[in-house]
């Protein structure tokens, strides 16, 4: 027989002091085996942010439809500003009518026209077609034919303008060489 061990008030705080520690180290050590055991409130929480936003996708869902179809609308009313024609020669024929329509209102002649060559957009249905044009008249009749073809019913961009003095004596002529391009759909594809 084991003869007994006479505990005495400081073995007895030895004792517990250490038992207390090893289950500490035990909870330390197996703590998150032990809270797959049981389903915590991580949990809990978790799956409740899960459904919420669930929850909010439904609701918002009747704002993406909208979105969408406001974006259907804008997508509708720019295709309808696209250049005319079948073939890129004929959207650029386009450009020269315009062109020509907006230098006239000016009262200036264009000296000459250059089509240059088409370019796909990458990734998009859509045409590049650059127009380039060469007049000589007034500041005020440049600025106007500027302003015509900012304000164009087809979608008409500026890539080049160069504009250089005419003569001596800083008169009021300059001489303007400028880049437009328009857009039009690929033959065969809706655009978008």
């Not at 240059?116 to 007049?135: A, C, G, H, S, T």
Request: proline share 3%.
């Amino acid at each position: 027989m084991i003869g007994q061990i006479k505990l005495t008030r400081e073995r007895k705080w030895i004792v517990g002091i250490g038992a207390v520690l090893l289950l500490a180290g035990l909870i330390y050590r197996f703590h998150p085996v032990l809270t797959g055991l049981w389903p915590g409130e991580e949990e809990a929480l978790i799956k409740a942010k899960k459904i919420a936003k669930y929850h909010e996708t439904i609701q918002n869902s009747g704002d993406l439809e909208g979105r969408l179809v406001s974006l259907t609308r804008t997508l509708e009313r720019f295709e309808s500003r696209l250049l005319a024609g079948d073939t890129a020669a004929l959207a650029a024929v386009d450009i020269q009518n315009i062109l020509g329509d907006i230098t006239g209102r000016a009262g200036v002649d264009i000296r000459t026209v250059r089509v240059l060559r088409p370019e796909e957009l990458k990734d998009r249905n859509y045409i590049r077609i650059p127009v380039q044009f060469l007049v000589t008249c007034s500041v005020r009749q440049l600025r106007d034919i500027l302003y015509g073809i900012e304000s164009s019913p087809r979608i008409l961009v500026f890539e080049r303008v160069q504009i250089s003095a005419v003569g001596r004596g800083g008169g009021d002529k300059v001489q303007a060489d400028i880049i437009v391009a328009g857009y039009m759909g690929k033959p065969g594809e809706k655009a978008g």
